[in-house]
């Protein structure tokens, strides 16, 4: 067995890229179609069939049209739950642009909610339902951090200090993601805005139980946590999660349709959404659909996302999976604290609190686990060899 396979559960399962609107654009204008853009070979990988150079002199044409005289920019709206690994594949993003040759150039830079919130305030752990802000019912302030979080990322777009901003942030709600689509609109509807910002939707999704647990695990000494007791960090992050599961609403296609109100479509070069299943056990779907302004920039930059959102799991998966699985392995624990029994001891200890806290029961207590992670019986069918394959590897 490889982990040659494990490319498989990263492969889109439907690529959609509405080109119709892009013909009738170019027939009413020069009287022919625009050759198909994309479409899915039988391997079911993306394959842009359009030629660079015609792409360019169709893109030339267009900047008669009033929205080719901004400068494109692009705003990532993350989704996912916390530990779901929105900031590690972020991280991952970043470097694969640019390291891809079509986007080497494009500047990237990561806005982050809950960097925010830690610079304005240090964590404190409470057992006071009023004072914490990750209880649904005092959401204002984790509201107020998000805002500012954005509207750096957007001032730092509109002061040309990069061109993609990364809005790293849960986006858990409708009402959240309403918002900043409405924000984006009203952005590009400025007057003397020199640039048009494109939002892309980033969904990150973690549904295998091990995964979690070992992304729990890293998230309780991280900057929230650093200088708190393990166990009650464990604990404080498992509580946040278990809240999030209460308020987390799935993206949905509905969604999706609903962002694609005429007056957004028309300032910007589409709508997109992309999906990375860390760790792999779910199937991904990506749509993308180009406005008919849609600049070669653009399509670059989206060519490019694709490709890192279907080969995910194989380009970076093979490592976080033997992390995981040696973090869960006895002897592995021991072959690292070869000659540090104290730092053994420690390990097997923390091991046994995570098992404990983050048990079967707790993933049964979360609140439509199945539905939100998209775990379906349908879902699962296709994986069984896989998921046999990390059982084997990961739960020795
Ligand atoms: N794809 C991955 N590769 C390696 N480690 C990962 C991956 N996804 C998550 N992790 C681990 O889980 C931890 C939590 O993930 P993180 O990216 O911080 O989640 P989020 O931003 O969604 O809260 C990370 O610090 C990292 O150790
Ligand atoms: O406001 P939302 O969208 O929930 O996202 C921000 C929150 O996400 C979290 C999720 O745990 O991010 P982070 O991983 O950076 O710690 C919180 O710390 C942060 O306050």
């Not at 918002?179 to 973690?206: A, D, G, M, Q």
């Not at 498992?238 to 609403?249: C, E, I, M, V, W």
């Not at 509905?254 to 007056?263: A, K, R, V």
């Not at 707790?362 to 990390?390: A, G, S, V």
């Amino acid at each position: 067995m490889t982990f040659d396979n494990l490319s498989i559960v990263s492969e889109p399962k439907l690529f959609i890229s509405v080109r119709d609107r892009l013909n009738s654009f170019t027939e009413s204008v020069f009287s022919w179609p625009i050759e198909s853009t994309s479409h899915l070979s039988s391997s079911g990988r993306y394959h842009s069939s359009l030629y660079q150079d015609e792409l360019e002199s169709t893109v030339t044409r267009f900047t008669n049209h009033n929205s080719m005289r901004l400068v494109p920019k692009y705003i990532i709206i993350l989704i996912g739950l916390p530990a779901s690994g929105k900031s590690t594949v972020s991280k991952h993003l970043v470097k694969y642009l640019r390291d891809t040759r079509a986007t080497t150039n494009i500047r990237c830079k990561t806005f982050n909610a809950g960097d925010v919130r830690r610079k304005q305030k240090t964590m404190e752990l409470t057992d006071d339902p009023t004072k914490d802000i990750f209880d649904p019912k005092n959401s204002d302030k984790k509201e107020e951090y998000a805002r500012t979080a954005f509207n750096e990322a957007l001032a730092d777009l509109d002061n040309d200090i990069c061109d993609v901003g990364i809005f790293d942030a849960t986006n858990s709600t409708k009402q959240r993601r309403k918002y900043l689509f409405s924000e984006i609109k009203n952005f590009n509807r400025k007057v003397k805005s020199k640039i048009s910002i494109s939002p892309i939707i980033l969904h990150v999704t973690c549904s295998d139980k091990k995964f979690i647990r070992y992304n729990i695990h890293q998230k309780s000494s991280n900057a929230d946590y650093f200088d708190k007791q393990y166990d009650l960090s464990v604990k404080d992050f498992a509580k946040r999660l278990k809240q999030y599961y209460t308020q987390f609403s799935p993206y949905t296609m509905d969604e999706f349709n609903h962002i694609l109100s005429p007056s957004l479509h028309d300032s910007h070069h589409g709508t997109f959404y992309f999906h990375v299943a860390n760790a792999g056990l779910t199937s991904t779907t990506n749509i993308v659909e180009y406005s008919n302004f849609a600049s070669l920039e653009t399509r670059n930059l989206i060519n490019t996302l694709h490709h890192f959102t279907s080969d995910y799991v194989a380009m970076f998966g093979s490592q976080y999976i033997s992390k995981v699985k040696n973090f869960f392995t006895f002897s592995e624990i021991v072959n690292s604290n070869k000659l540090n029994i104290r730092k053994s001891f420690k390990q097997f200890s923390r091991l046994k609190l995570l098992n404990r806290v983050i048990n079967d029961n707790y993933f049964k207590k979360l609140k439509n686990f199945h539905l939100i992670n998209n775990i379906t019986q349908r879902d699962q069918e296709p994986f069984r060899f896989q998921l046999q394959f990390y059982d084997n590897q990961v739960s020795q």
